[in-house]
């Protein structure tokens, strides 16, 4: 039973560990919250944005961002794990 768990069980894990670090990393991509972030600016200062919808959209931005952040830190430290 012990080697069937070593050849089949683990390097399944892995894979699904794998792809689930993938996942998160493109889920939670800071680079492109922060794209988004100066794109948000930039809309403002040229008039196509209003103020009210700026500070909305940069609220949710900043606060994506933050947990963007924790996931990436939690990814580095191996701390992630997948909940039943």
Request: glycine share 4%.
């Amino acid at each position: 039973m012990f080697v069937l768990d070593d050849l089949l069980i683990r390097p399944l894990v892995g894979i699904v560990d794998t792809i689930h670090t993938l996942a998160l990393d493109e889920l939670y991509d800071i680079e492109e919250i922060e794209d988004d972030l100066k794109e948000n600016q930039l809309l403002y200062e040229l008039g196509e944005r209003s103020e009210t919808e700026y500070e909305q959209r940069k609220d949710e931005l900043e606060t994506e961002l933050e947990i963007a952040r924790d996931v990436h830190e939690e990814l580095a430290s191996g701390r992630v794990e997948v909940k039943k």
